[in-house]
């Protein structure tokens, strides 16, 4: 069985979640770059880019091990809407407006991998394809059995979905695939893409961001 998770409850975004979320994120970058020179993570939407933005835009201590190197992140996202990436619904427009479109340029920028737009009409499809990548990325699935994330950021819904994974949903139960498909989500939009539990379950760090209810407070 696997460590059990630790719990913390945070008063404030600005004050308290951002930097103490900037000093964890910043330690696997740490980490992972000097295991295999590359930060692997993956993301959701949600609130979560926006403080993502408060947490790693935040001005750095001059310290080593307090300074970010996008150039060697590479970002997935952990679900996605399947509709075109400059719609409304879409979580990289999200990412991109609140969080890496407001990377200082000298900072420079993380790989980004979106869903294909070719594929937003067959739920499937779009999922098969956006597996494809994380194959390209992690290996083939004959020698690696699931991807290993760096670390997956998640935010959880008010029901306790979390990427586009519903309580009670059946694709709870896939184990075949890296990448699923829903078509009917409870939450719309109803056609979506999602990591599958296993490979949520497999990463070497996981965060999930809660927000109290009624609040803006995690
Ligand atoms: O695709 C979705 O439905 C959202 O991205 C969703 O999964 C979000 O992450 C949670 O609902 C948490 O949202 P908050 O971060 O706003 O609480």
């Keep these: 069985m696997g460590r059990p998770p630790n719990l913390y409850s945070f008063a404030s975004v600005d004050n308290e979640l951002a930097p103490n979320l900037r000093k964890y994120i910043l330690e696997q970058?740490?980490?992972s770059l000097k295991r295999h020179g590359v930060f692997r993570l993956?993301?959701?939407?949600?609130?979560l880019p926006k403080t993502l933005a408060k947490a790693l835009l935040a001005p750095s201590s001059g310290s080593e091990d307090d300074k970010t190197d996008f150039p060697k992140w590479?970002?997935?996202?952990?679900?996605?809407?399947c509709v075109p990436l400059s719609h409304e619904d879409s979580n990289h427009k999200l990412v991109k407006e609140e969080f890496l479109d407001k990377i200082?340029?000298?900072?420079g920028q993380?790989?980004?991998?979106?869903?294909?737009?070719?594929y937003l009409e067959d739920e499937q499809e779009c999922a098969d394809q956006y597996e494809k990548t994380l194959v390209s990325i992690f290996a083939a699935r004959?020698?690696?059995?699931?991807?290993?994330?760096?670390?997956?950021?998640?935010?959880?819904?008010?029901?306790?979905?979390?990427?586009s994974l519903?309580?009670?949903?059946?694709?709870?139960?896939?184990?075949?695939?890296?990448?699923?498909?829903?078509?009917?989500?409870p939450k719309p939009p109803a056609?979506?893409?999602?990591?599958?539990?296993p490979v949520v379950l497999h990463v070497r760090k996981l965060v999930s961001l809660r927000l109290a209810a009624g609040s803006n407070r995690y």
């Design 104 to 107: 200082p340029s000298e900072l």
């Design 166 to 185: 519903f309580p009670d949903h059946p694709l709870l139960r896939a184990s075949d695939a890296w990448c699923l498909s829903i078509a009917d989500s």
């Design 29 to 31: 970058q740490n980490d």
């Design 74 to 81: 590479e970002i997935f996202y952990a679900d996605e809407r």
């Design 42 to 47: 993956a993301v959701s939407g949600g609130s």
């Design 142 to 163: 004959d020698s690696v059995k699931l991807p290993l994330f760096d670390l997956i950021l998640l935010g959880c819904g008010p029901d306790g979905h979390t990427c």
């Design 110 to 118: 993380p790989k980004v991998y979106p869903i294909d737009e070719k």
């Design 191 to 197: 056609k979506r893409i999602t990591l599958s539990l």
